[in-house]
T-cell receptor, first 113, second 111 residues
Framework: NAGVTQTPKFRVLKTGQSMTLLCAQD?????MYWYRQDPGMGLRLIHY???????AKGEVPDGYNVSRLKKQNFLLGLESAAPSQTSVYFC????????????FGPGTRLTVT | EDQVTQSPEALRLQEGESSSLNCSYT??????LFWYRQDPGKGPEFLFT???AGEEKEKERLKATLTKKESFLHITAPKPEDSATYLC????????????FGQGTTLQVKP
């Protein structure tokens, strides 16, 4: 099993450009999450999904959109990137809601210039 | 409002020098507390889940304990390969699926 995979690993965008981050999991997990991690801020939840076709806002959802058309995939979109969105983005999945543990992907390092 | 604070922010130990990391939390109706390890440039790796005060769990040189207000991660005779950032995340009844992560303690173990 690959677990949780993320594409791409690195990306550089110019302000105003758009992009989509892809997360895939092969553990048949119901729940999927997108976090961002910034120095001194820790991991913060952007959006999450409790099942195929569902999405919900997390702590810092502004400027991001998500979609979960297939159970195994969770997409994070930036419609108009801003320098404040420079961060490391992690996807995670879990079988059900906490206290079931979440399994994380390797991360995507995004720089917006 | 649910809150979590980890201390110290950074810890340097000599190989074999035991110590503890602290995770203080304020969470309504605690349902569980997670500990994760994160190596530089990688995603967090699950270590433990503690469910109730008084519970303890061990894995190799690590032992996690839980009280009603704090969790400790005790590291016994650490090795350089234990160097990483350790994250805690409590989960309460009001979180509805969302974890709140502490900022982490970065541990460096020197040989």
């Amino acid at each position: 099993n690959a677990g949780v995979t993320q594409t791409p690993k690195f990306r550089v965008l110019k302000t105003g450009q758009s992009m989509t981050l892809l997360c895939a999991q092969d553990m048949n997990h119901e729940y999927m999450y997108w976090y961002r991690q910034d120095p001194g801020m820790g991991l913060r939840l952007i959006h999450y999904s409790v099942g195929e076709g569902t999405t919900a806002k997390g702590e810092v959802p502004d400027g991001y959109n998500v979609s979960r058309l297939k159970k195994q995939n969770f997409l994070l979109g930036l419609e108009s990137a801003a320098p404040s969105q420079t961060s490391v983005y992690f996807c995670a999945s879990s079988w059900r809601e906490p206290p079931y543990e979440q399994y994380f992907g390797p991360g995507t390092r995004l720089t917006v210039t | 409002e649910d809150q979590v604070t980890q201390s110290p922010e950074a810890l340097r130990l000599q190989e074999g020098e035991s110590s503890s990391l602290n995770c203080s939390y304020t969470v309504s109706g605690l349902r569980g507390l997670f500990w994760y390890r994160q190596d530089p440039g990688k995603g967090p790796e699950f270590l433990f889940t503690l469910y109730s005060a008084g519970e303890e769990k061990e894995k190799e040189r690590l032992k996690a304990t839980l009280t009603k207000k704090e969790s400790f991660l005790h590291i016994t005779a650490p090795k350089p390969e234990d160097s990483a950032t350790y994250l805690c995340a409590p989960y309460g009844s009001s979180n509805t699926g969302k974890l709140i992560f502490g900022q982490g303690t970065t541990l460096q173990v020197k040989p």
